[in-house]
Every structure is written in structure tokens, then in C-alpha cells.
């Protein structure tokens, strides 16, 4: 059984920094490319950023581009998400999310990232 818990979410300032960690249990984690989603409330779940299964490509939506960074740690069974210069449009809750193929297999529960103006 494959869980996915984050941590790292809180309340920052604009402009400030907050890393998002996903820790994995169960699975095979190096098996998995690792993605982030974020939903803002009334808003859909949409892609943040996604990491292959060995790391050695990322993919990021265009609104965090240059501002956030995806990483990985296979010996960790972790995904980060880096998050610098932090804007109010930020703010959403962030998932994390093992990806097998073109399928989002397993989710976290979730992670809320505010921030303020």
C-alpha cells in the first residue's frame, strides 16, 4: 500500500520561501515520475511541476517558471518543491502525486501554502 504524505506547507509573506517535502512509503518510489499539483479554492487541481523517475527531467507550468524547483531523493523516497519569491496566487492547497505512465496512481493528502500580500 502506497502512501504519500507532505509536509512543509504554512503561512509566508510575498516574496518569502516555503519547501514543500512528500515522503512515500510503500511502492517502488524510483518506479514513479513525482508531480506537485496545487488547487486554489473554487479552482481546479492543476499541474505544478513534474519530475522523472530519475530526475534528470522536470517539467514546470508556466505561472512558476524560474521560481520554484522540483527535486528528488530516491534513497529518500522524497520529492521537494523548492518555492522562492512567493506570490498571493500562490496560495492553494499542494498535493503531491506518484505518476505511472500517464496516470496519477496515488495522491497525498495535502498541504496548505498562504500567502499574504
Known amino acids: 500500500q502506497v502512501q504519500l504524505v507532505e509536509s512543509g506547507g504554512g503561512l509566508v509573506r510575498a516574496g518569502g520561501s516555503l519547501r514543500l517535502s512528500c515522503a512515500a512509503s510503500g511502492g517502488i518510489f524510483s518506479n514513479y515520475a513525482m508531480c506537485w499539483f496545487r488547487q486554489a479554492p473554487g479552482k481546479e487541481r492543476d499541474l505544478v511541476a513534474l519530475i522523472s523517475r530519475g530526475g534528470d527531467r522536470t517539467y514546470y507550468t508556466d505561472p512558476v517558471k524560474g521560481r520554484f524547483t522540483i527535486s528528488r531523493d530516491n534513497a529518500k523516497k522524497t520529492v521537494y518543491l523548492q518555492m522562492n519569491s512567493l506570490k498571493p496566487e500562490d496560495t492553494a492547497v499542494y498535493y503531491c502525486?506518484?505518476?505511472?505512465?500517464?496516470?496519477?496512481?496515488?495522491w497525498g493528502q495535502g498541504t496548505q501554502v498562504t500567502v499574504s500580500s
Open positions: 502525486a506518484m505518476r505511472s505512465g500517464v496516470t496519477d496512481r496515488y
